[in-house]
């Protein structure tokens, strides 16, 4: 096309014809929010008013006033669930890098449910906790009846439920993750192994552990930013009534349905800054080896 | 030896077992439900089998009633475009970033590299502000142009596999005379084939499953996606699961056609496209 012109020329029209979009596109819905976001948080703007200057008052209320840093405590269920989530993972993971029949059924099975569309995850999780539903129609069948409740009713159990069904979405992910870490271990040093007597659990400990080491750590530190984002389970499920409201949920409700934009920047300011610094300590714990 | 070596064996396959039943078990109920009459299911349990396999009603009406259609082709519009966009941006990225060392690619590499670290769904509150004042609220463009602008996991595939294609190739078409355009057009595209099936897939999954994107910012019903028609189920069919139960079987049985058909690809792109 301009293979007259100077390979020189060319090149500046190609960087700036090349980035110029793309570049235009990262400003506008990437940066400039984060930057309006921050200029919000320090207004009282309800998105028609005029915004006026009310300094930290945003930032005093989402610490001080109970109603907005319980949500914190939701937070933790989703937390712990990671861990069993990255157990489970890492369990299945490692069985199925051994010999085992039907690999790629158990595989595409466990994986599967990561693939699938939220909304439809939430609805199905709805109809699966309903009383007289399909976990209550299980634990009767094998005669566990006395520790059914209202699943979703109950205000200690909802926030179990929603992040156990968080852990049944995401948990193939991990799966995947860890199942291609392990596949990357040569196969002679699991020979060897077996040569000098170790059996699979020595295998597990010694050999697969050490090496996806940093893999497992990283979607472990992961987790934290993961847990304070937590949002279209809960949402889709119940909305975040009955206690069951994240952090996420409560920024996402006091700037759509209260209309209190300042007050919503400050919360999305203080989750970015708990993202940006759990991402800095992994980057620096774990970014030379990575 | 032999009998702890059974045991073992026992507990590992009754593990996988019942791991594939709980991940089996939630879309199984929601399967027979949607094949059931009104009566049918409040009389039947979750685990029965509906009694007429070829009972379609409540997918007609989760169709047509339900605005999936609508949800599909919205779907499918803003996929197409979405892929595309981002195939063509992220290599175009990639290339003049792999290929040309110039003062401040390092600080655009930063830059792009700095954008994945912001959580969505909270810029929303400030993103709103900006579509809406661009005047795309409630139209598909407010999706994919967010769809391209925020997720920027295609340039590091793009560059991760750039790496791997030789610059001699460039040098030896630069001899022949091409020019730059050339060269990213007829060298480098076709080679980085292997990544954009990844980029496809990644992106693919990201856009199909998403909800607040269409649900924050195409409200209207005739710009419903497969995630927002299913989620307007929830008020006038509240009573109707068998209704919802279909909805939701149409919205899996893509995913599920993708998946069989693209086993492999889709293993190796999420593990290729997870290693930031």
Partial sequence: MFSKLSYKQQRIIIIVGFLIVPLGLLATFSFLPVANMFWYSFTDWNGFSEKEIVGFENYVTVFTDPEYFRVFAVSLYYFFATFAQMGIALYFATILSFKVRMKNFFKGVIFFPYLLNGVAIGFMFLLFFQPDGGLDTVLKAIGLDAIITHWLGNPDMINISLAGTSVWRYMGFNFIIFLGAISSIPNDIYEASEIDGANKWHQFIYIILPSIKIIVSLNLILAISGALSAFEIPYIMTGGSNGSATFVIQTVDTAFKYGKIGLASAMAVILLFIVIIVTAIQRKFFGEEN | ?276
């Fill in chain 2, 1 to 276: 030896m032999k009998a702890k070596y059974l045991t073992g064996s026992v507990l590992k396959y009754a593990s996988l077992i019942l791991g594939a039943i709980a991940a089996i078990l939630p879309i199984l109920i929601v399967f027979f439900a949607a094949f059931k009459t009104g009566t049918e299911y409040t009389t039947t349990g979750p685990l029965t089998p509906p009694s007429d396999w070829t009972n379609f009603e409540n997918f007609k009406r989760a169709f047509v009633e339900g605005n999936m259609l609508t949800g599909f082709k919205n779907t499918i519009i803003i996929l197409l475009i979405s892929i595309f966009g981002t195939t063509i941006i992220g290599s175009m990225v990639a290339f003049v970033l792999n290929r040309f060392n110039f003062k401040g690619s390092k600080i655009i590499l930063g830059a792009f590299l700095l954008a994945t670290l912001i959580p969505g769904v909270t810029t929303q509150v400030a993103t709103f502000q900006i579509v809406n004042g661009l005047g795309l609220f409630n139209t598909m463009w407010a999706a994919i142009v967010l769809y391209l602008g925020t997720d920027i996991i295609a340039i590091y595939i793009f560059l991760q596999f750039m790496n791997s294609i030789s610059v001699s190739l460039d040098e030896s078409a630069m001899l022949d005379g091409a020019s730059y355009f050339t060269i990213y057009r007829k060298i480098i595209l076709p080679l980085l084939k292997p990544a954009i099936v990844t980029v496809i897939i990644v992106k693919g999954i990201n856009v199909y499953n998403d909800f607040y994107t269409p649900f924050l910012y195409m409200p209207k019903s005739d710009l419903h996606v497969i995630s927002t028609a299913l989620f307007k189920f929830k008020g006038p069919y509240g009573s109707e699961w068998e209704v919802i139960c279909a909805g939701i079987m149409l919205a899996i049985i893509p995913t599920l056609i993708a998946f069989i058909a693209l086993q492999k690809y889709i293993y190796n792109g999420l593990t290729s496209g997870s290693v930031k």
